[in-house]
């Protein structure tokens, strides 16, 4: 399908493809996928920015009396759903979030992302590029519909054939997100049993932020279509690797990466250290943002390939930045303590921040690492430097709260009510008593 840019092209498209639906989507500050669904008729509407919804009925955005909002489709995101009949099709649009008033709404992600990347582009970069390699795994589901945490699958990494049952769903996935012009680079089987990871080609920021909500829903629909439960929980299962979603990123200046320098005994240029300064310097204050939930710091512990402590290498995978071998254009850096539960515009956005905070103030990485850091006892962790990411929702929040940059790149209204939804989910947690306390006490006290 050729990219439609016109508003006259999509009333077109609407109209000769029989389409009835149309969903204009958004996402809430905890990355949930959010969507107004008008019809056909709406269309042109919906073009011209004139459909409103209620605001107020979306965790942290606005008060009950202040709760008309606008949705301002981007038209470059209109696509068909491939997994939808023939007949009375269904077709989407990414829209940012506007006051009545024709000003951007702060507590838009959309909108936290394009500030960081305008500063971005104030500094002279003319690209942010990455790529996301989100895992999932995919459960079976009981006789009523609910996920189980049953995979029916013996496979390892990169297995193929009969062990791995979620393979035709996954075949499935890569065909109807190439369908909605995703360029799937690879897709494999993980490490657990049940686990999956499929990779598509990186892209400017915005694009790959849009890109992975859509790759969410597509992957939560195609394998509930055939009977699976997919889930981007983190660590859905004690004892095996979780679901990580490894974030590689690049800037370029002038069409050219601005992380290579061939004259560097790594190929890495000044600009690309001082990014990885950027990162390590506030990589736990990011943390309640690229790693939100409870259950993210179950994944964040050592043994399981998730990283745990601040350091970096160029090929280490213990290490919690790690540079890709290839060089020239594709030089990138690659943080891999992100999980696919974040909220990807405002975790794209906070490792922007802190990069570019990086370069402004020319900040140096420590030295790199090249031992296995999860063999290394306390001592010698503590005389290379090496701290850890937190260890709990509860510690990142309270690094957020204490990271100055962080906080401003997602601005007042976003960091008050996010950290407000973690506390109470951190609340919940700390007060709810679970199996395994009731397994541990009930007998023996």
Same mark, same amino acid.
């Given at each position: 399908?050729?990219?439609?840019?016109?508003?006259?092209?999509?009333?077109?498209?609407?109209?000769?493809?029989?389409?009835?639906?149309?969903?204009?989507?958004?996402?809430?500050?905890?990355?949930?996928?959010?969507?107004?669904?008008?019809?056909?008729?709406?269309?042109?509407?919906?073009?011209?920015?004139?459909?409103?919804?209620?605001?107020?009925?979306?965790?942290?955005?606005?008060?009950?009396?202040?709760?008309?909002?606008?949705?301002?489709?981007?038209?470059?995101?209109?696509?068909?759903?491939?997994?939808?009949?023939?007949?009375?099709?269904?077709?989407?649009?990414?829209?940012?979030?506007?006051?009545?008033?024709?000003?951007?709404?702060?507590?838009?992600?959309?909108?936290?992302?394009?500030?960081?990347?305008?500063?971005?582009?104030?500094?002279?970069?003319?690209?942010?590029?990455?790529?996301?390699?989100?895992?999932?795994?995919?459960?079976?589901?009981?006789?009523?519909?609910?996920?189980?945490?049953?995979?029916?699958?013996?496979?390892?990494?990169?297995?193929?054939?009969?062990?791995?049952?979620?393979?035709?769903?996954?075949?499935?996935?890569?065909?109807?997100?190439?369908?909605?012009?995703?360029?799937?680079?690879?897709?494999?089987?993980?490490?657990?049993?049940?686990?999956?990871?499929?990779?598509?080609?990186?892209?400017?920021?915005?694009?790959?932020?849009?890109?992975?909500?859509?790759?969410?829903?597509?992957?939560?629909?195609?394998?509930?279509?055939?009977?699976?439960?997919?889930?981007?929980?983190?660590?859905?299962?004690?004892?095996?690797?979780?679901?990580?979603?490894?974030?590689?990123?690049?800037?370029?200046?002038?069409?050219?990466?601005?992380?290579?320098?061939?004259?560097?005994?790594?190929?890495?240029?000044?600009? #690309?250290?001082?990014?990885? $300064? @950027? +990162?390590?310097?506030?990589? &736990? *204050? !990011?943390?309640?943002?690229?790693?939100?939930?409870? /259950?993210?710091?179950?994944?964040?512990?050592?043994?399981?390939?998730?990283?745990?402590?601040?350091?970096?290498?160029?090929?280490?995978?213990?290490?919690?930045?790690?540079?890709?071998?290839?060089?020239?254009?594709?030089?990138?850096?690659?943080?891999?303590?992100?999980?696919?539960?974040?909220?990807?515009?405002?975790?794209? #956005?906070?490792?922007?921040? $802190? @990069? +570019?905070?990086?370069?402004? &103030? *020319? !900040?140096?990485?420590?030295?790199?690492?090249?031992? /296995?850091?999860?063999?290394?006892?306390?001592?010698?962790?503590?005389?290379?430097?090496?701290?850890?990411?937190?260890?709990?929702?509860?510690?990142?929040?309270?690094?957020?709260?204490?990271?100055?940059?962080?906080?401003?790149?997602?601005?007042?209204?976003?960091?008050?009510?996010?950290?407000?939804?973690?506390?109470?989910?951190?609340?919940?947690?700390?007060?709810?008593?679970?199996?395994?306390?009731?397994?541990?006490?009930?007998?023996?006290?």
């Amino acid at each position: 399908m050729t990219h439609l840019h016109t508003k006259e092209d999509i009333i077109r498209i609407v109209k000769e493809e029989d389409i009835e639906f149309i969903r204009l989507q958004f996402t809430d500050i905890f990355g949930m996928l959010k969507n107004v669904a008008i019809t056909a008729s709406q269309i042109e509407k919906a073009v011209n920015n004139q459909c409103m919804f209620d605001g107020s009925s979306i965790d942290g955005f606005v008060r009950i009396d202040e709760s008309d909002q606008y949705l301002y489709p981007d038209l470059k995101s209109f696509r068909v759903f491939p997994w939808r009949p023939g007949h009375g099709k269904v077709a989407r649009l990414i829209c940012d979030v506007y006051n009545t008033d024709g000003t951007p709404f702060v507590g838009d992600p959309r909108g936290v992302l394009k500030r960081v990347i305008q500063k971005a582009k104030d500094m002279g970069f003319d690209t942010f590029n990455v790529g996301p390699e989100a895992e999932f795994f995919l459960f079976q589901t009981d006789d009523e519909g609910k996920p189980t945490t049953k995979t029916n699958d013996e496979a390892g990494y990169f297995d193929l054939g009969p062990l791995d049952h979620g393979e035709s769903t996954r075949r499935e996935i890569c065909m109807a997100l190439e369908q909605m012009d995703f360029e799937i680079e690879a897709s494999h089987h993980e490490c657990a049993e049940g686990q999956h990871e499929i990779d598509f080609k990186y892209a400017e920021a915005l694009h790959a932020a849009d890109n992975i909500m859509t790759f969410k829903l597509a992957v939560k629909t195609l394998a509930q279509k055939n009977g699976l439960h997919a889930t981007f929980m983190p660590k859905p299962i004690f004892g095996v690797a979780g679901s990580g979603m490894h974030t590689n990123m690049s800037l370029f200046r002038n069409g050219k990466n601005a992380f290579y320098d061939p004259n560097d005994a790594r190929g890495l240029s000044k600009e #690309a250290y001082s990014f990885i $300064a @950027g +990162l390590l310097h506030h990589v &736990k *204050g !990011m943390a309640a943002i690229t790693n939100p939930l409870v /259950n993210s710091y179950k994944r964040l512990v050592p043994g399981y390939e998730a990283p745990c402590y601040l350091a970096w290498s160029a090929s280490n995978r213990s290490a919690l930045i790690r540079i890709p071998a290839s060089r020239g254009q594709s030089t990138r850096v690659e943080l891999r303590s992100p999980d696919p539960s974040c909220n990807p515009y405002l975790a794209f #956005a906070v490792c922007l921040a $802190a @990069g +570019l905070d990086g370069i402004e &103030k *020319g !900040m140096t990485p420590p030295d790199e690492i090249t031992e /296995n850091i999860y063999a290394m006892d306390d001592a010698t962790r503590k005389a290379h430097g090496i701290e850890g990411l937190p260890g709990s929702l509860e510690e990142a929040i309270h690094a957020l709260e204490a990271d100055q940059l962080i906080m401003d790149a997602l601005g007042e209204h976003v960091a008050a009510n996010y950290i407000e939804g973690k506390w109470k989910e951190w609340e919940e947690y700390r007060t709810r008593v679970s199996s395994w306390e009731r397994e541990k006490y009930i007998i023996n006290y």
